[in-house]
């Protein structure tokens, strides 16, 4: 996120991204902090920053400020800190899906490995219980970390009274500045109304005390897709209802019709360009009312659980930003400048409840950034070098553009594709779904886009993140050495494609 000293970003911008420039030597890195409010002597407490929310952005932010010297409290309603990610989002899905995956392999895969194991079952309770068990070692670890940085925990619901001022349940606090770190929350649908027991969030899908004979997942996203496959693993029959007419439609569309080739290969169901109008409860299930997007003959689909996973929303309610006057956009985000300030002196936002993607990195790298701001530092954040990743398995990974995108905007490009069939380390594993394609510059070969299916591409997406934000070329990829046999060696390969010179196809 922060630049090198020789980055040309950081010259032409007049700063070093490591705050090492000679104007700030030998002095504390917050030397340049100035306060935009005073200090209120009636209230109760006093911060130089006061974050609300203590999701992966808001727990993230308090640390860096703490260690950049601030006095720092943060708001969190729950009883325990992490946000939705970690209570109720990222980590208990993956503890999930990772549980799904070993029974999945127990079940269908050991025995090519000549492992026997006799009779295979699972024990969801004991799932349940290991995934909270995951989940609590995490938000104790960030409680640690607030002590560790001195960081207090303002326990309640947070309202910006005024600029320079939050009530944490009727106390109020002085701030020198504000970040409001709220995260989002699911979308809802008219017609389909919520209990978390038999029509279901994230949320409630995360608990289900046993596993469906058929689950039904309104929205084909990351949320629906991963959580579609836990309990497909498990035995449920999965339907995934999506209005548009592919998956994931921010994905490069190659690899997205590949991706939905795998997962009906592995027995998911898909209804595409089909819209829910309605959903029916009773003790037999729910019944839904689905009809065609572009209009047309309805039906039914009888499902003994719905999951509603049609996207999230920036969670901006009771937060007092009426009265602090704080502006939103059109889609009820809070609306900031280039470095995450608000209309109001002060007051900053980041992560789901502004522009971009709602991913949890992201709104940790911009927790870093605002933090580093406030404090006169001159952070750097590089939006088209953030991954994403569906952690399905395969997984899908991407960074930069797509195809399409490039096409879009009259880039000339070259493509590289390498396939997992033809790496040694995949054909070991028996994990030889998918591919690595690579995008790049036809007159420069700057790495612009990568984009993976396959195994662990959430990891193997890292190299090329790091290749585009120091705006490396497909051959800098191509000529790095990585290590045999290893799944990064179909990046390599990738990379060598992207001019012709694959090596091992």
Same mark, same amino acid.
């Given at each position: 996120?922060?630049?090198?000293?020789? +980055?040309?970003?950081?010259?032409?911008?007049?700063?070093?991204?490591?705050?090492? +420039?000679?104007?700030?030597?030998?002095?504390?890195?917050?030397?340049?902090?100035?306060?935009?409010?005073?200090? %209120?002597?009636?209230?109760?407490?006093?911060?130089?920053?006061?974050?609300?929310?203590?999701?992966?952005?808001?727990?993230?932010?308090?640390?860096?400020?703490?260690?950049?010297?601030?006095?720092?409290?943060?708001?969190?309603?729950?009883?325990?800190?992490?946000?939705? +990610?970690?209570?109720?989002?990222?980590?208990?899905? /993956?503890?999930? $899906?990772?549980?799904?995956?070993?029974?999945?392999?127990?079940?269908?895969?050991?025995?090519?490995?000549?492992?026997?194991?006799?009779?295979?079952?699972?024990? $969801?309770?004991?799932?349940?219980?290991? =995934?909270?068990?995951?989940?609590?070692?995490?938000?104790?670890?960030?409680?640690?970390?607030? /002590?560790?940085?001195? !960081?207090?925990?303002?326990?309640?619901?947070?309202?910006?009274?005024?600029?320079?001022?939050?009530?944490?349940?009727?106390?109020?606090?002085?701030? =020198?500045?504000?970040?409001?770190?709220?995260?989002?929350?699911?979308?809802?649908?008219?017609?389909?109304?919520?209990?978390?027991?038999?029509?279901?969030?994230?949320?409630?899908?995360?608990?289900?005390?046993?596993?469906?004979?058929? $689950?039904?997942?309104?929205?084909?996203?990351?949320?629906?897709?991963?959580?579609?496959? !836990?309990?497909?693993?498990?035995?449920?029959?999965?339907?995934?209802?999506?209005?548009?007419?592919? $998956?994931?439609?921010?994905?490069?569309?190659?690899?997205?019709?590949?991706?939905?080739?795998?997962?009906? /290969?592995?027995?998911?169901?898909?209804?595409?360009?089909?819209? %829910?109008?309605?959903?029916?409860?009773?003790?037999?299930?729910?019944?839904?009312?689905?009809?065609?997007?572009?209009?047309?003959?309805?039906?039914?689909?009888?499902?003994?659980?719905?999951?509603?996973?049609?996207?999230?929303?920036?969670?901006?309610?009771?937060?007092?930003?009426?009265?602090?006057?704080?502006?939103?956009?059109?889609?009820?985000?809070?609306?900031?400048?280039?470095?995450?300030?608000?209309?109001?002196?002060?007051?900053?936002?980041?992560?789901?409840?502004?522009?971009?993607?709602?991913?949890?990195?992201?709104?940790?790298?911009?927790?870093?950034?605002?933090?580093?701001?406030?404090?006169?530092?001159?952070?750097?954040?590089?939006?088209?070098?953030?991954?994403?990743?569906?952690?399905?398995?395969?997984?899908?990974?991407?960074?930069?553009?797509?195809?399409?995108?490039? /096409?879009?905007?009259?880039?000339?490009?070259?493509?590289?594709?390498?396939?997992?069939?033809?790496?040694?380390?995949?054909?070991?594993?028996?994990?030889?779904?998918?591919?690595?394609?690579?995008?790049?510059?036809?007159?420069?070969?700057?790495?612009?886009?990568?984009?993976?299916?396959?195994?662990?591409?959430?990891?193997?997406?890292?190299?090329?993140?790091?290749?585009?934000?120091?705006?490396?070329?497909?051959?800098? !990829?191509?000529?790095?050495?990585?290590?045999?046999?290893?799944?990064?060696?179909?990046?390599?390969?990738?990379?060598?494609?992207?001019?012709?010179?694959?090596?091992?196809?």
């Amino acid at each position: 996120m922060r630049r090198p000293h020789g +980055c040309p970003a950081a010259r032409s911008a007049g700063f070093c991204g490591h705050g090492r +420039c000679p104007a700030l030597r030998g002095a504390p890195a917050f030397a340049t902090f100035r306060p935009h409010h005073a200090r %209120v002597a009636s209230m109760s407490e006093s911060f130089d920053l006061i974050v609300i929310g203590a999701g992966p952005g808001g727990y993230v932010c308090a640390i860096r400020a703490a260690q950049l010297g601030m006095k720092v409290a943060c708001v969190e309603k729950r009883a325990t800190l992490g946000g939705t +990610c970690l209570n109720v989002g990222c980590i208990p899905s /993956k503890a999930l $899906l990772q549980s799904s995956e070993h029974y999945e392999e127990a079940l269908h895969k050991f025995a090519d490995h000549g492992v026997t194991v006799g009779s295979v079952g699972f024990d $969801l309770a004991r799932m349940q219980a290991r =995934k909270g068990e995951v989940v609590s070692a995490n938000v104790k670890g960030v409680e640690f970390l607030f /002590k560790k940085n001195k !960081v207090t925990w303002l326990k309640g619901n947070g309202t910006i009274v005024k600029p320079g001022v939050v009530a944490v349940d009727g106390t109020e606090y002085a701030a =020198k500045n504000i970040v409001i770190a709220s995260g989002s929350e699911s979308i809802p649908l008219p017609g389909v109304e919520v209990d978390e027991k038999q029509i279901v969030t994230s949320t409630g899908a995360l608990e289900l005390e046993k596993v469906p004979g058929h $689950l039904v997942v309104i929205g084909g996203g990351v949320i629906g897709l991963e959580l579609g496959s !836990v309990y497909k693993r498990l035995g449920a029959e999965v339907t995934v209802v999506e209005f548009l007419d592919r $998956l994931v439609p921010s994905m490069d569309n190659e690899v997205g019709k590949q991706f939905e080739r795998i997962l009906s /290969k592995q027995g998911m169901k898909f209804k595409l360009k089909t819209k %829910v109008t309605g959903a029916k409860k009773s003790d037999a299930g729910v019944e839904l009312t689905v009809e065609p997007a572009a209009g047309g003959a309805a039906e039914t689909i009888q499902a003994d659980v719905v999951l509603l996973a049609i996207g999230r929303r920036p969670y901006v309610a009771g937060l007092g930003l009426d009265s602090a006057g704080v502006a939103l956009d059109e889609r009820g985000r809070i609306k900031t400048d280039g470095h995450f300030a608000t209309n109001v002196p002060g007051i900053y936002a980041i992560g789901d409840v502004i522009v971009g993607a709602m991913l949890a990195h992201k709104a940790e790298d911009e927790g870093v950034a605002v933090a580093e701001l406030i404090a006169g530092q001159k952070p750097h954040i590089n939006y088209n070098a953030i991954p994403s990743v569906v952690y399905t398995w395969p997984e899908v990974a991407a960074v930069g553009e797509t195809e399409e995108q490039l /096409k879009a905007r009259g880039v000339a490009y070259k493509v590289g594709k390498f396939p997992f069939t033809a790496n040694g380390r995949a054909r070991a594993m028996g994990d030889t779904d998918g591919f690595v394609k690579i995008l790049s510059d036809k007159a420069t070969d700057a790495v612009l886009g990568a984009h993976i299916l396959g195994p662990d591409a959430g990891t193997l997406i890292a190299e090329l993140a790091l290749a585009i934000e120091f705006g490396a070329s497909a051959e800098d !990829v191509a000529r790095t050495s990585h290590a045999h046999p290893s799944l990064n060696e179909a990046v390599k390969e990738a990379a060598l494609a992207v001019d012709g010179h694959a090596l091992h196809i």
